[in-house]
């Protein structure tokens, strides 16, 4: 069973509507982690208005969904970005 992730905008106030489907955790921190990094990124640009969190598992044998009752806040953005101070 997979792990289905997807951003949200704490400004927006919304989650994004690109879900995102990793085998576990650490896939789903390293691909955040590379979008945070990613210079010219609305994360990295903005990294104190998004998070990473789970929605629930999606069941690829019978392509089943199943949603959590609250998503799973996993990683804030800005626990990836690093200001660069010399700017």
Do not use: W
């Amino acid at each position: 069973m997979k792990k289905v992730y997807t951003i949200y905008d704490k400004k927006a106030l919304s989650y994004s509507p690109l879900l995102m489907v990793f085998d576990n955790r650490v896939s789903a921190l390293r691909q955040f982690e590379q979008l945070c990094r990613s210079e010219g990124s609305l994360v990295n640009r903005y990294p104190d208005d998004f998070a990473l969190y789970c929605l629930g598992n999606f069941d690829e044998e019978k392509g089943k969904l199943f949603s959590y009752d609250v998503p799973e806040h996993i990683l804030d953005a800005s626990e990836y970005v690093i200001a660069d101070l010399s700017k």
